[in-house]
């Protein structure tokens, strides 16, 4: 168990480009979670893959986030057109299981940076 | 819909005094409770978790929390901080047939003097 992973860390960008972190679970989670966490704030969930069917999607997840879990495995945030206020920690969490009471192990998160 | 209220954003204690997060929660239908910490640069660590069973729940490094509906809260306590208690902690809830979503409170940044 290697734990969550994501990639880059950091990333600082400029408004207007185009962003993409990965996340990859725990072997053989079949859940996978994204959040996004902004200063003095909590994470705020964002959109939920089981295995590779995406289930669920926040109203903050605007057209110009994407996300994919191509053969139910690691997983993929692309932020299009990014702007100053998407700037935030953005971390992925995986679960094993179906149920209320799974513990979602979360990744140390990406933190993006806007110019 | 399902909530969480952290009161105090910032909470300091002495090393060896007792440890006080508060976490409110609202929900309309049985919840799961969860808290996590944060350390810098790191990912979010389990602490503990209630699920319905005993309403007193004992985790990882000391910490514990109480169940109390009447209250609807789910406070986390230790007995005697360690300055490697230093961290930011986040209560959370999930409810049933919900997939295990997390509503998150707002965080309480745990300081520790010496």
């Known amino acids: 168990d290697t734990g969550v992973s994501q990639d880059p860390r950091h990333k600082i960008t400029k408004r207007g480009q185009n962003v993409t972190f990965r996340c990859d679970p725990i072997?053989?989670?079949?859940?996978l979670y994204w959040y996004r966490q902004t200063l003095g704030q909590g994470p705020e969930f964002l959109t939920y893959?089981?295995?590779?069917?995406?289930?669920?999607k926040s109203r903050l997840l605007s057209d110009r986030f994407s996300a994919e879990r191509p053969k139910g495995s690691f997983s993929t945030l692309e932020i299009q057109r990014t702007e100053q206020g998407d700037s935030a920690m953005y971390l992925c969490a995986s679960s094993l299981g179906v149920t209320s009471t799974d513990t979602q192990y979360f990744g140390p998160g990406t933190r993006l940076t806007v110019l | 819909a399902q909530s969480v209220t952290q009161l105090g954003s910032h909470v300091s204690v002495s090393e060896g005094a007792l440890v006080l997060l508060r976490c409110n929660y609202s929900s309309s239908v049985p919840p799961y409770l969860f808290w996590y910490v944060q350390y810098p640069n790191q990912g979010l660590q389990l602490l503990l978790k209630y699920t319905s069973a005993a309403t007193l729940v004992k985790g990882i490094n000391g910490f514990e929390a109480e169940f109390k509906k009447s209250e609807t809260s789910f406070h986390l306590t230790k007995p005697s901080a360690h300055m490697s208690d230093a961290a930011e902690y986040f209560c959370?809830?999930?409810?049933?047939?919900?997939?295990?979503?997390?509503?998150f409170g707002s965080g309480t940044k745990l300081n520790v003097k010496p």
């Open positions: 072997s053989e989670h079949n859940r």
């Open positions: 959370a809830v999930s409810v049933l047939y919900n997939f295990n979503k997390f509503y």
């Open positions: 893959f089981q295995n590779e069917a995406q289930l669920e």
